[in-house]
């Protein structure tokens, strides 16, 4: 009842927000997204809430996306898998943005988003950063699920097609789909490696927070 009534009191702001552009006669025109960082667990794998996982339910989020009316007043729905990285490629395109698409990690969704789609190349899908227990990578491929525990090298294979809530792993029985994983899985590590070069975030270095910093991420919950 509390994950409801945190849904309604969503609902109920967006309301106000999409209310007063009307009200200021700007809605028509405005791009809206609609989207989430994360799902939550309701006991499908044993557990509840988020940040402990990698499964479809912490994963799988809602997009929704009013475009201006000059580009689409059609209402309807894709099944083409997208990822958030695309959110802010699509942002830049439709408010006409120069950038350079060559050094982001996704793909402008305009191409299926117009009234007359255009070419869209589907990509795997891939998840990345727990915050409890061991850290995990997933990739989302044709239909298919590959989990590997980054300390103890666990792996798990779901077809989600036929076990879309990932309950029984094929990670022994498909090597050929965890060998295909595993490649994506390095391509992705060796393309976000050349973007670290490039943004020059590669190195590290401690820093001291001060009291306040501190406290503030504390009330996030992200500092003990």
């Not at 927000?17 to 006669?25: E, N, P, V």
């Not at 408010?95 to 402008?108: E, V």
């Not at 915050?131 to 666990?154: A, H, K, P």
């Not at 401690?206 to 500092?223: F, H, I, P, R």
Request: aromatic share 10%; charged share 25%; with cysteine.
């Amino acid at each position: 009842e509390l994950y409801k009534s945190e849904i309604r009191y969503v609902d109920f702001s967006i309301g106000k927000i999409i209310a007063t552009l009307k009200d200021l006669g700007i809605y028509d025109e405005t791009l809206i997204i609609f989207s989430s960082d994360h799902g939550e667990e309701m006991w499908e794998h044993g557990l509840i809430g988020h940040g402990h996982s990698a499964y479809r339910e912490l994963l799988w989020v809602p997009l929704i996306v009013k475009l201006p009316a000059s580009l689409s007043k059609e209402e309807r729905r894709i099944d083409v898998p997208v990822s958030t990285l695309n959110i802010f490629p699509t942002i830049l395109d439709i408010c006409k943005i120069d950038y350079d698409s060559q050094h982001l990690s996704g793909d402008s969704l305009r191409p299926l988003l117009e009234s007359t789609p255009g070419e869209f190349k589907e990509a795997p899908l891939i998840s990345t950063g727990l915050r409890y227990y061991e850290d995990r990578v997933s990739v989302m491929f044709e239909g298919w699920q590959y989990i590997q525990q980054v300390i103890t090298g666990r792996e798990e294979l779901y077809d989600l097609k036929n076990d879309p809530t990932a309950q029984v792993s094929l990670s022994t029985f498909s090597p050929d789909k965890v060998l295909k994983a595993k490649e994506i899985l390095r391509l992705h590590e060796q393309a976000s490696d050349s973007l670290r070069n490039y943004y020059q975030i590669s190195e590290q270095e401690e820093v001291t927070l001060d009291e306040e910093t501190m406290q503030n991420l504390k009330s996030l919950g992200y500092v003990n």
